[in-house]
Every structure is written in C-alpha cells, then in structure tokens.
C-alpha cells in the first residue's frame, strides 16, 4: 500500500526554509497547511524553528521516529542525507531535488548511488526529480505545488511535474477531486508498476488515471494491470508513441511494429482503458468516479432537441454500443405522458418547450425500463427552459441507482449553475454530445474486460533442445540472421507444416531432387547474407521439368554472385510447390520495453500497401489469438467470400500459438516472419512456405 509514502505518522522536510522564496519552504508550508495530523520535523542546519515548527540540524537529530523524510536539498547532499535516513530507519523518501539521471553524465552515477542506498536499507522512494505526492485521505502534501486538490476518488500519476500542475489547476476551478496525486520524477524506484499494486486495492480509488511517458518494466506493468483493472478502471495516456525505434529493421514484421503497436497491445491486453487525449482522460475519469458501472451497451437517450439527439445516435454505433429498444408499457407510458409530438421510440424526444417535469418522465421511464444500460440526457438552453430543475430531477431520479446517468448540457453562459450542480450531484456533463458517449463506450470496455474469463494457454509438445544446438550454432559461425534451411528446422522443430525441401547443390543434383520431389516444384537461393531472395531474383516457381531445374539452378547462382558477390552460397533450395490458397503473414518484433510483438495479417498486397497487422504481445492465449485474427480489416477473405469456403481458421491460430511459444522460450529472437503462411479451407491445414530468422546481435 505504500503507506510509508502517502499516510506516514511523521514528516521530515529536509531543506525546510524560513526563506518564504525558498522551494524548502514552501514544501513545509503545504504540508502544515494542508491538514495533515502527523509530526511534521523541518531540517534546516541553522534555524530552530520554520514556520512555527522546531527545526532540526539533521534527520539524525530528530529524537522522535521519522517515517518519510522529503528532501528539497541541492543533489550533492543527497546522498549524505539519504544515507542518513536509512540509519534513522526512515521508511519512505519523496526526493524533489532534480540533476540526477535527466541531466545525463554524473547525474546518472549519482542516480545510481542514490538507489543503492534505498535498496539496502529497504526504503521507499519516489523521484527523485519530482514535484512531490499529495494524499487527501491522509491530508498529506508533500509536493511544491501551488494548489491542494479537493477529496474525490480519483488516483492519479504522472511522469510530468508540468502536467500535474496544470491538472491541479484546472480540477480546482472544475471542482474535480483526487485521492492521490504523485509525480514519479525519474521513478528509480517506486514506478507505475509499484503504484497500480499499491492503489488497486485501495477503496479510496474508485479509478486510477495514468499520464506515461514511458515504461521501464513492460512485463511487470501488464501483469500489475492485469491484475489491478479486473477490480478498479486504470485510464491512460501514453505520449511519444509515433517515433520509431533506433534499431534497424530488415523484417516486413518489424517494419510495420513500433512504440504505437507495442502500447497499443499492452493496454488491450491488460485491460488499461486507453485515452488519446487529456480531454478524454478526464471524461473518462469523472464517468467511473461518478456513476456505477453500467451492465450493458444499451442506452437511452433524454433531449430536448433532435439534432444533438441524431448526433448522439451516431456516436453510440460508431463507439460501440446499441440504441435501447423500450419495452412495449415504457412505450405505452411515455405516450400517455408526453405531448403528441414528442419522440417516445429513443431519443426520447420531449421537444423543445419541455420544462423539467417532462424531462423527469422521460428519465424516469428510461431508468425503469429493463432493456436500458444506461440514460444519457441532452439538454439545450430555450425559451423556457429549466437547467437547475432539470440537474435536480436527474439527480433524485438517479440516487441509489444501479444504471449510470451520464449529462451533456450544451451551452455554457445561461446554464452555469446547472453545470455546477451537476457536478455537485456526481453527474458527469460533457460538453458535446460525443464526448458524453464515449465516456460510456469506456465503461462498456471495462465491464467486457471484468466479465471476460480465466484465458486458456497452450503448451505444444515441441523440440527445444534442437531449436538451442541450432542458435548455438549460428552463433558459433558469426551470424544473427538464419538461412532459409535452419529456419525451416525452427518450424518443423514446433510443430509446423513445411512443404518437402531439399537443397542441391549443382545443377545435375537440382534436377535429380526435383524429379523425387515431383514437378512443379519452387527454387531459391539458399544464403545466410542474402534477406530477400525475389529482389535479386533468386526465386523460381513453376518449374515443370528437370532441364528446367538444371537451368534455373544456373540462372539463379548466376544472379547471386552477381547483385551479392560477397555472399555465402550454399546452394540452391529445390522445394514442392505448394497448391494456391489465402497467404497470411505471421511475424514477430522485439519490442525493448514488453518483449516480443507477434503480428498476424493478410500476406501479398495487404502487407505491403495496406499493412493490415495486427500485433499482440507474447504469450499469448487462445482467447487472444482469436480476437488478433478477426481484428485484421481483411479478414472477411478468411471467412469467404463469394462462395468461397471458409479458410482454415483453427489452423491459423494454431500456428500463431506455436509461434508464440516458440519467442518466449528464446527471447533472442528479434524479428521473425513467416511469409506466406498458406492457409487453406477448413480442415485442410496450413502450410509454412517460407522463413526468415534474426537472433539478437
């Protein structure tokens, strides 16, 4: 829980200043200030007293126990303090002092030293470089900011002091409460991992909000979600996800997977709730903060005009969730109740002359009926119109109500006081009707994610030892990337289907094992230094007879040596031709901070032009393979199309999972592509065709 950090019995504030210009001070003074109960211990070396608190020369001074020490003191004392601390048996650091790793070259030593010293006396810390942690619960502010935010339910961390600034200032004016509120600095130690486990089980948070900008420990932050969001929502943002990695990508996998792929995956598979704007982070927060969680995708909506109700009717198909259809006595009920030319089918349309006792009827009607999630009410400011009622009629009618109620009140200079009192009454108002919409769209992400079950990974009976020998192997011969035939021995080692392959290497040989093999048959260069074997022609198909073998031998050693004369020749790959069927591509990137991406898409022009793939992050379970597969914009070509059959679906996810287990056991491999993968109608199987293989350098 980190108790240690948000709800210590006592404080020290190391650097605490009687100068009201110093940062020292002004962190005392919200920390006296702020309601906080526990002991409170300014260190200043000279002064007795700050802020009417007796002052101490040292943490060691101090004659009482101090369980969080903050430290507003110049980064080469750092140290001497932090070491200082651990021998007092303080529990928990918040360091604010900055010129640690941010400023590179000794910053990071000293970073370094820093986070030894909190290791071995098995203290806490956040930052360092940070703007501090705020707890309303505990009425701790331990943070130089200018604002203490009001008690509210949301949990919120950032890895920008700049951002929780600005956050600070504006929930202040919209009067949106927080339960926590950290800044993690350079989060050498306590990161968003060690939050999300110490929040999830906190009922003072009904939502966590995350602002990234990046993860160190991308396996442990997507096992902490995971855990974490079947309990509490977790929202996030993540920025800088557009650039792409420095290393380079020789893979039709690896050059469509980047930093956006990779966050994308984590999130999905995690259950984070994802944000692509700050706007969205908060409209998302206040819903969760606000309202119960809704059951279904079913809503109603309450207007009083019929544009913003068409709008919101597209947005709640475009998001996601379903138009509720009334039952036949909400009907009967809102026809008996409502004036002739109201609306009663949803919208509930109570025209634009409604004064809030129709809009009550409609609300009221809308919460009753079984076939409705959930209400959303619009409301535009007319002639007659009664903001204030209405707010007071949604908030009686919603009280103790299991079905959230969601508000987008457009307008802003004559509904003031309404949109004040719905936040006074938790009912979330969102400026456009949109935005309101999608709020719920992340409600209904969340219930799916809670209610989905326990997911089911396989284990295939595969030969890992080969697979060890053959990368040893490799390596032993100065090498990362795999030729043609030790990639197919990787394949045919996990258990996939490859077609008959031998590799001659003359041109008498080539015809003989085309002749056993049986025409047509397919040839290509075998070479460990040559990636792509079409671009120099070095690929034949349709070869119908031995001449034709022999000759094609000749033609493509011929175009090797001569766009690759560097190249090592091993021969040249005499391999059955595969009948036709649906080419799909399955790969795999090595993402630096989660670990192995697998994309899955359709093969030929879709990769190329379209770049339809879809990537998840390894392991991955049946469920989830599943899910990949269908989430390809193509895969209707799978499923048939003009009296087609369906494609051997089974079999695809079959193969991904042997994939998938195949990067997890050798987390070396980098980037990996099986392309084409064959695929042909239900139950005929699938067929590896070709493989390309690069271990880490």
Known sequence: ?????????????????????????????NVIDNGYQGRIYPIHPTAKAVLGQTAYPSVAAVPDEVELAVLVIPPQHVLNVAEECGQKGVRGLVVITAGFKEVGGEGVKLEHQLVEIVQRYGMRMVGPNCLGVIDTVSHLNASFAALMPADGEIAFMSQSGAVCTAILDWSKEANIGFSRFVSLGNKSDVDEVALLQAWGNDPQNKVILAYLEGISDGPGFIQAAREVTKRTPVIAIKSGTTAAGTRAISSHTGSLAGSESAYESAFGQSGIVRARTMEQLFDFALVFAYQPLLAGPRVAIVTNAGGPGIIATDAIERDGLQMAEFSPATISHLQANLPPTANVYNPIDVIGDAKADRYRTGIEMALADPNVDAVLVLFTPQA??????????????????????????????????????????KIPNYEFPERAVAALAAMWQHRRWREQPALTYARFDVDKDHVRDLFAQVREAGRVELGEIEARE???????????????????????IAKEIGFPVVMKISSPDILHKSDIGGVRVGIADP??????????????????????????????????????LVGVSRDPQFGALIGVGMGGIYVEVLKDVVFRLAPLSREEVREQLRAIRSFPLLQGVRGEQTADLEAVEDIVLRVSQLVSDFPEIVEMDINPLVVYNRGEGVIVLDARIILQG
């Open 1 to 29: 829980m980190l108790e240690e950090i948000f709800a210590p019995q006592s404080v020290a504030v190391v650097g605490a200043s009687p100068d009201p210009s110093r940062l020292g001070h002004r962190v005392l003074k």
């Open 384 to 425: 007659g119109s009664e903001a204030e009622a209405t707010v007071e009629a949604m908030a009686e009618l919603s009280a103790n109500q299991s079905k959230p109620i969601v508000a987008s009140f457009m307008g802003a200079y004559s509904i003031k006081p309404a949109l004040k009192l719905l936040n006074q009454h």
């Open 490 to 512: 990787v394949m045919a080692a996990y258990g996939m289907r490859l077609p008959d392959s031998r590799l001659a290497r003359s041109p008498e040989e080539a015809a003989e």
């Open 547 to 584: 001449q034709a073998a022999s000759d094609s031998y000749e033609l493509i050693a011929y175009r090797a040596r001569k766009f690759s004369p560097n190249a090592r020749i091993w021969g040249v790959l005499v391999q059955e031709m595969a009948r036709k069927g649906r080419e799909v």
